[in-house]
């Protein structure tokens, strides 16, 4: 497995790429902003995306997941305790943000504990509340990789001040399932530069 990423629109939100490969079916986290750039990227490195995983339904992390989507057909996964601001322009701020309204609606609702299989990769959703309701994390534990959406980030945590959100509940999150992690498992947040869990267990200022 190969990682590739991208840094796309004003709030700087990471796009992941985990390709398989001897088959290149590569799924994606996070589509944001530009469509049209993703997908580019996928052409001129013949990729097929196949999947589309998203950490949570923020606007800036899914502006761009109807474009990929159409462009390639790829099955789209959300937990399913995040449908209702994936479904709401205003709880997810695209309404602020845009002046018009940005939904999804995901092929399939996660459980926590749900573990897909795509590209040849076993993708196991972790439900991590917090940042907002319906927030979760998706790990490798065969690659020892975990997307965190805006759960944790390198030196920090996810902001709670937008709808939905608790801090409470993210500090639960992230003690009670990312730091219980092993220490050599390496973290890809959805904004900022790749930590590992054994830094932010030592380092991390909230715990």
């Not at 999804?104 to 040849?120: F, T």
Request: glycine share 10%.
């Amino acid at each position: 497995m190969t990682i590739k990423s991208m840094v796309l629109g004003p709030v700087e939100t990471n796009v992941y790429f985990l390709i398989n490969e001897e088959t290149n079916e590569t799924v994606v986290f996070d589509p944001a902003y530009a469509p049209e750039t993703i997908n580019s990227f996928a052409e001129k490195n013949g990729l097929r995306i196949t999947a589309i995983f998203l950490t949570h339904g923020h606007f800036d992390h899914i502006t761009g997941v109807d474009g990929v989507k159409k462009a390639t057909g790829a099955q789209i996964y959300a937990s399913k305790r995040e449908e209702r601001l994936l479904s709401d322009g205003e709880l997810n701020e695209s309404l602020q943000s845009y002046g018009r309204s940005i939904t999804v609606k995901a092929d399939h609702l996660l459980n926590d504990g749900d573990i897909i299989k795509e590209a040849g990769l076993y993708i196991k959703m972790m439900d991590t509340p917090g940042h907002t309701e319906g927030s979760c994390c998706y790990y490798l534990e065969d690659r020892k990789v975990l997307i965190s959406g805006d759960t944790l980030f390198a030196g920090s945590v996810g902001r709670t001040d937008l709808p939905t959100g608790s801090m409470s509940a993210l500090l639960e999150s992230v003690k009670e399932k990312l730091l219980t992690l092993p220490d050599d498992v390496r973290v890809f947040p959805g904004h900022g530069e790749e930590t590992s869990i054994g830094y932010e267990r030592r380092w991390n200022p909230f715990f």
